[in-house]
């Protein structure tokens, strides 16, 4: 079977209408594969048939595309696609159902996102010429009334993603505990396990003997941010949510009974600190935990930029796919949330429009990979991996850290980018497969490169 695995797509504009060669020949590698697997990082939906914005707190672009735009994609080739991200629930439990909706009217099958917990976890299923198909789509980082839940004696299960939780903790020495605890025990916000203050609940959830939190006043009606944990070094070390781990291998187990080849895909908008260039640990632990339980193709995305790969079991390991479209400067209409979030003058709100600049992450300052990626191509036999392609592509914008415009929209001060992927070429592509060898000798696996395009060594 070839797989085809295209990445993160922010499409917000119809395409089917485009012919470029540099374009019709990307569209042309998803088309010619057994199976095409994209993420689709939107809501379809018309403004009739959704609610409001159902978070204010995060900046961040909110996502509603026309429904038709589904349509393209399907043109485009693909055939599956996974939905659960931190923008599943942008418009609420309406945008949510209305995404799966017209992914479904349009053909392609999707996971990750549903009416309740059971519907978001469960696989989604595929019949190929040469197989049955299985998919199980997970998010990290998303807020709390996003999470799906099960159904329990009359009351329903909440709409949303199917959630992975990521648990923070931070390693920190002697001199810095004591001095955590003092700034706590002054202010008032320390909790400590077995403590019995009032306002502990939830914060040591997940705590052991030893640890404690600072209960900040913002997160003391919440499961809380902060896990101190006394160590003889300073490092942040992420796990995930034991039940969140075991429901979802579970989903992956039923998929390896059930089809004859399982992706997994992994939406993590969380990190260790910065977004560098190394996956968090809970990530890495639920990638290998997903192929011990029998999964073939794990694809991660979520920081919007390209990832090493790892080799485990004879499986591939994406880490980060990156984009395939970044249309988020397209969006129709901004929601008020969007506005002030960005700093404008929310009094004039009358006066500002989805061409205000700045209202997207990404955008205000150049990025050597926001703007550009790579399709990979993927060919199993009898669930073994018997070959890997990476073929470049750029979104509109020069691969490097000035990301200088190639093509354009519009002629405003601020100019917009087509954000549509053409194959890369020249130091484009280079540059990419640079970055994708670099990161992928970190896992002990070999890229190699010839002619523009870069080849796993088996």
């Known amino acids: 079977m070839s797989i085809t695995l295209a990445g993160e797509c922010m499409v917000t504009r119809p395409f089917s209408v485009f012919d470029e060669p540099g374009f019709v020949g990307v ?71 209305a995404t799966a909706r017209h992914c479904a009217d349009a053909g392609i099958a999707h996971a990750g996102t549903g009416r309740d917990l059971e519907e978001a976890r469960e696989p989604s299923y595929l019949e190929t010429r040469h197989g049955r198909v299985a998919l199980v789509s997970v998010s990290s980082g998303n807020k709390a009334h996003e999470w799906a839940s099960p159904p329990k004696a009359t009351l329903p299960g909440r709409p949303g993603v199917n959630s992975l939780r990521p648990i923070m903790r931070y390693l920190v020495d002697e001199d810095a505990v004591t001095q955590l605890k003092d700034i706590g025990r002054r202010l008032g916000i320390l909790r400590e396990t077995r403590s019995g203050v009032e306002g502990s609940s939830g914060l040591l959830t997940h705590a052991e003997d030893g640890e404690f939190s600072l209960a900040m006043p913002n997160d003391q009606s919440t499961t809380g941010s902060n896990i101190f944990t006394p160590s003889d070094h300073f490092e942040v070390v992420s796990s995930a949510n034991k039940w969140d781990t075991a429901g979802n291998l579970r989903a992956v187990a039923e998929a390896a009974t059930m089809a004859d080849l399982v992706m997994v895909a992994h939406h993590f908008s969380v990190s260790e600190g910065a ?75 009358g006066t500002l429009t989805p061409a205000t600049h700045p209202l997207h992450p990404g955008l205000t300052q150049g990025s050597e990979t926001w703007w550009s990626s790579a399709v990979l191509s993927v060919e199993m036999a009898q669930g073994e991996l018997r070959g890997l392609r990476l073929h470049p592509v750029e979104l509109g914008r020069e691969v490097s850290r000035t990301a200088s415009l190639r093509r354009s929209v519009g002629s405003g001060k601020h100019p917009l980018t087509d954000g549509r992927p053409f194959t890369a070429t020249g130091a484009d592509a280079e540059r990419v497969l640079e970055r994708y060898q670099r990161l992928s000798a970190d896992f002990g696996t070999d890229i190699t490169v010839k002619d523009g395009v870069g080849s796993l060594t088996l």
């Open 275 to 349: 977004r560098g260039n190394t996956p968090p640990r809970f990530v890495r632990d639920f990638a290998h935990a997903c192929i011990d339980e029998g999964a073939d193709i794990f694809v991660g995305h979520g920081w919007h930029k390209t990832l090493g790969i790892e080799i485990y079991k004879g499986k591939p390991i994406i880490y980060g796919i990156g984009n395939f479209f970044a249309q988020s400067e397209f969006v129709r209409r901004v929601p008020f949330d969007g506005y002030e979030s960005w700093g404008h003058d929310v009094e004039r709100l």
């Open 27 to 97: 569209l042309d590698r998803l088309r010619s594969a057994d199976l095409t697997y994209a993420h689709v990082e939107t809501n379809f939906g018309r403004f009739s048939e959704v609610q409001a914005p159902s978070r204010g707190d995060q900046i961040g672009s909110y996502f509603l595309t026309d429904p038709r735009v589904a349509g393209d994609l399907r043109w485009a080739g693909v055939d599956i696609a996974s939905l659960a991200n931190n923008h599943s629930m942008d418009f609420g439990a309406a945008g949510l159902l």
